[in-house]
């Protein structure tokens, strides 16, 4: 049998095994926030562990858990060298956003439907990205079979699962590389199954507080009415997003910088002149933008918007800066792999493309590692409600990524 006919068989075979092994993943809650994801990984572990693969286990030191706005993290590693050559890693997160209202099905049930396309199966982290620790897993495992039938391979597969996506990634990739605990020659992070990611945007948050001084609503003039203040900044922001629509990113999957206002707070009473308001604004940056000009223009907006009362006080803090990801030359051959045999697989061309929202890969890009975005899932993080209620994964999705994911790294790791 030939490699790619070695892997096909494996995972059909396997298949069912890979499906229980995600649905036990999907019914341990990991929501972020809170960020209480060490039982996750513990529970990871046992199940990677079951598969026989050697898993360490690197618990992220509180303080560095605690600044991520978190509770606690694992992260975990898994390495299997096949030879000398270069190392390839596979990067999945197993933290999600909480569940929410909406839900036809228990989020934490696993529950596996019959649909147009095979079984589909319910869960928060179904598909983001629950499902790529079994993609990897078995990518993994399908190599070490096809070894073991006289396939040669050079070179090293590392899974690293990481839990602090949802929080910006800080203490996940990028500490196992800080820590030198990984260095990858290149790397495959969590996707959907019909597009080869190779860029996407960057993300600033930014927390604006409005102070002025609260007074008894029956003298309002005596105090200095903060909402009044936040309002005229939340004015200038909003007539400011109307212009982004006029920038336009050339590449595909990206259209335009978006800003959202998604949190805000203050007030004391009904009764009382509001003494403060906070509010917190998701400015997304395109490929083509400096993060650096974007930050600086939007603080600019907010202080003369609020030079109409110099009585107010408004501070902008900074909560994160999540760079975009540029495409690079040295993605090409990673892109390339992986679009040869997704063609074979799926009988379709996967495009190589962007997506409006911002990952881990940034991590590892702004490390010089090249990286890609591909695993399991349909075309659109709307097909499988991500970050929604219902959110789902077509099993064979799941299946077919392992099998273009396992081909994809054996292209990477043959040898000459």
């Not at 360490?56 to 978190?70: I, Y």
């Not at 649909?115 to 319910?122: D, E, R, T």
């Amino acid at each position: 049998m030939t490699l790619p006919e070695v892997v096909a068989a494996f995972v059909d075979r396997e298949f069912p095994r890979q499906t229980r092994f995600l649905a036990e993943l999907v019914k341990v809650p990991s929501d972020n926030p809170p960020g209480d994801c060490a039982p996750h990984a513990k529970r990871a572990r046992h199940l990677l562990e079951q598969l026989e693969l050697a898993v360490e286990a690197h618990d992220v030191p509180h303080a560095l858990v605690d600044a991520a706005g978190m509770k606690s993290a694992t992260n975990l590693i898994i390495r299997h060298r096949f030879g000398d050559g270069p190392i390839i890693a596979l990067n999945a997160h197993g933290d999600v956003v909480p569940p929410g209202l909406g839900w036809r099905r228990d989020p934490y049930g696993a529950t596996i439907e019959e649909g147009p396309h095979g079984g589909v199966m319910y869960g928060r982290g179904v598909a983001v990205s629950k499902s790529d620790f079994a993609t990897y897993a078995w990518a993994l495992l399908a190599l070490k079979a096809a070894v073991a039938q006289g396939a040669k391979l050079a070179g090293t597969l590392e899974l690293h699962f990481t839990y602090d996506e949802e929080a910006g990634g800080i203490i996940g990739p990028k500490w196992l590389l800080d820590q030198g605990l990984v260095r990858p020659d290149a790397a495959i992070a969590a996707g959907f199954s019909y597009a080869v990611v190779t860029a996407h945007n960057g993300c600033l948050h930014l927390e604006v507080t409005v102070t002025g001084k609260q007074a008894h609503a029956a003298m309002p003039a005596a105090g200095l009415d903060a909402l009044e203040a936040a309002n005229a900044i939340l004015s200038a922001l909003y007539a400011h997003r109307t212009t982004l629509t006029r920038i336009r990113s050339a590449t595909a999957g990206i259209i335009s910088p978006t800003l959202n206002v998604g949190l805000i707070k203050g007030g004391i009473n009904t009764n009382v002149v509001p003494d403060q308001v906070a509010f917190r604004i998701d400015r997304r940056v395109i490929p083509e933008e400096d993060p650096a000009e974007v930050e600086a223009e939007l603080r600019t907006l907010i202080a003369n918007a609020a030079k109409r009362d110099p009585q107010i006080k408004v501070e902008v803090r900074r909560l994160l800066l999540a760079e975009p990801l540029a495409p690079r030359p040295a993605t090409q051959r990673i892109a390339a792999a992986i679009q040869r045999h997704a063609k074979e697989v799926l009988r379709v061309e996967v495009p190589v493309a962007g997506v409006p929202l911002y990952t881990d890969a940034r991590h590892y890009a702004a490390a010089g590692i090249p990286i890609v975005l591909y695993g399991a899932g349909p075309r659109s993080l709307g097909e499988a409600n991500a970050h929604n209620a219902n959110e789902n994964l077509r099993l064979n999705d799941l299946r077919a990524a392992t099998k273009i994911v396992a081909m994809a790294v054996a292209d990477l790791l043959m040898k000459e």
